[in-house]
């Protein structure tokens, strides 16, 4: 074998050894990296229902528009979901606010720098729906980006089949303002800001968060701390 052949054959040889090298140091940094972008259920804390008298709340209930970028503490995002519409009938299941034959048509799904959750209030838990900052698409103001949490309001029509479009859309619009009321006093109770929004790209939306036909956006409401004064 003359000279050239080991030469060529010990470069391949060498080429091979540092590919190897290469995948062992790179491949499990690489599945480490995907696992640790799992997006996983949070569990939320049971409520506590202690708190202000209504006419105090009443009295503070304001909307506001500016918000600080910092994340609400879970017991807080807890304690707001089920005031919005959390079960405190357990028995029956039935709700902190009403809905039309209890059909509860409304869900609520919770968009967070994490990603996107879908709330599940019979289990205490906010579902994952999507690894991804979508806050930005749930409305078209500025400030929706910075608030640390929006709620997106979603009216599931295959839960009022027996009704017209017209009852649906009624029923849809009045129990979301319940929700959304609900919303509103829990975070005057905190000193929390809080607008609730119509102003939306219903159609993007949808499709970024994957809603079927038969689901449909009915208004959003930003939540978060107020934004310090400079």
């Known amino acids: 074998m003359n000279m050239k052949v080991i030469r060529r054959n010990l470069l391949r040889v060498t080429a091979i050894g540092f590919i190897l090298v290469f995948l062992i140091a790179v491949l499990p940094m690489t599945q480490n990296t995907a696992l640790g972008e799992e997006q996983k259920p949070i569990q939320l804390s049971k409520p506590q229902t202690a708190g202000n008298p209504l006419m105090q709340l009443l009295a503070k209930r304001s909307s506001s528009r500016e918000f600080s970028s910092e994340p609400l503490p879970v017991n807080i995002l807890s304690n707001m979901l089920w005031a919005a519409s959390g079960i ?9 606010a009403p809905s039309a034959s209890n059909r509860q048509e409304i ?15 019979k289990s205490y838990l ?35 089949k027996s009704s017209s479009d017209e009852v649906k859309n009624m029923y849809a619009a009045t ?5 959304s009321e ?4 829990y975070c005057a109770s905190e000193g929390l800001s809080t607008v609730v ?6 159609p993007a939306l949808a499709k970024v968060m994957g809603l079927r036909p038969d689901q449909r956006i009915i ?12």
């Not at 208004?219 to 400079?230: F, H, I, W």
Request: proline residues 3%.
């Open 88 to 96: 405190n009938r357990p028995e029956s299941g039935k709700r902190t």
């Open 107 to 121: 869900d609520i799904y919770v968009a967070t720098a994490a990603g996107l959750y879908l709330y599940d209030a």
């Open 126 to 160: 906010l579902k994952p729906i999507l690894a991804e900052d979508i806050r930005g698409v749930t409305g078209t103001q500025a400030y929706v980006k910075e608030a640390a949490v929006n709620l997106i309001y979603v009216a599931d029509y295959s839960k009022m």
């Open 175 to 179: 129990d979301t303002g319940f929700i």
């Open 182 to 185: 609900n919303v509103y006093l």
């Open 197 to 202: 929004r119509a102003a939306i790209d219903r």
């Open 219 to 230: 208004l959003a409401q930003s939540v978060g701390y107020p934004k310090k004064q400079k």
